[in-house]
């Protein structure tokens, strides 16, 4: 695949091994994105086919919901150099700042090489990006399909950006994606998200 970002690969496979990601991560330098495509037939012989659409939850942040004006704010997915990733108080100490480094995290394979600076979104009760740092690799984790962020640095302090008092972004339980520009403008998680 060519599109607006470097390189990658796209493999469609109509059932997905449990060592495929595992596989791909160890043979290619590049993002890969897997597919599934299955297919259901009925009694009378029709095919009805099933899919989860490429990078699907992008377009989801990338997209304006009906008659609504752009902030100004949004980045289009091939601008994506920042992961912000949930972090309970625990692993927040004990691995983001301990470590200087985050772990079992699944990326898409297309956005990987993009990614230039990890942030932190601490859960309740602080319930605001406090953290970020820029990274060193990213690496795959033991044997799975999931990865090690390694920072450069430790992780440094930011202003929180919090969530809007009655803003339209609540917290979040999996990663998301935005540009480093977009966290260094925002007051608030609508100013990075404000398309949902």
């Known amino acids: 695949?060519?599109?607006?970002?470097?390189?990658?690969?796209?493999?469609?496979?109509?059932?997905?091994?449990?060592?495929?990601?595992?596989?791909?991560?160890?043979?290619?330098?590049?993002?890969?994105?897997?597919?599934?495509?299955?297919?259901?037939?009925?009694s009378h012989g029709e095919d009805v086919y099933h899919f989860e659409p490429f990078l699907a939850d992008l377009a989801a942040e990338d997209?304006?919901?009906?008659?609504?004006?752009?902030?100004?704010?949004?980045?289009?997915?091939?601008?994506?150099?920042?992961?912000?990733?949930?972090?309970?108080?625990?692993?927040?100490?004990?691995?983001?700042?301990?470590e200087d480094r985050w772990y079992a995290v699944r990326l898409h394979g297309s956005m990987r090489p993009q990614i230039k600076?990890?942030?932190?979104?601490?859960?309740?009760?602080?319930?605001a990006i406090t953290h970020i740092a820029p990274v060193r690799s990213i690496e795959q984790w033991k044997d799975t399909g999931k990865w090690v962020i390694n920072f450069t640095e430790p992780a440094r302090e930011i202003e929180p950006i919090p969530m809007a008092k009655v803003g339209r972004v609540k917290s979040f339980q999996s990663l998301r994606y935005t540009t480093k520009a977009q966290l260094d403008r925002a007051r608030t998680l609508d100013d990075i998200w404000s398309s949902e």
């Open 1 to 42: 695949m060519v599109f607006e970002s470097p390189f990658s690969a796209l493999v469609v496979i109509d059932e997905i091994p449990e060592n495929l990601e595992d596989i791909l991560a160890r043979k290619f330098q590049f993002g890969v994105e897997v597919i599934q495509l299955a297919r259901y037939r009925n």
């Open 63 to 98: 997209s304006l919901p009906s008659g609504e004006e752009p902030s100004g704010l949004v980045a289009s997915s091939a601008e994506y150099d920042t992961v912000v990733v949930p972090a309970r108080s625990d692993g927040f100490k004990d691995v983001f700042l301990g």
């Open 117 to 127: 600076h990890i942030a932190a979104s601490q859960v309740a009760p602080v319930s």
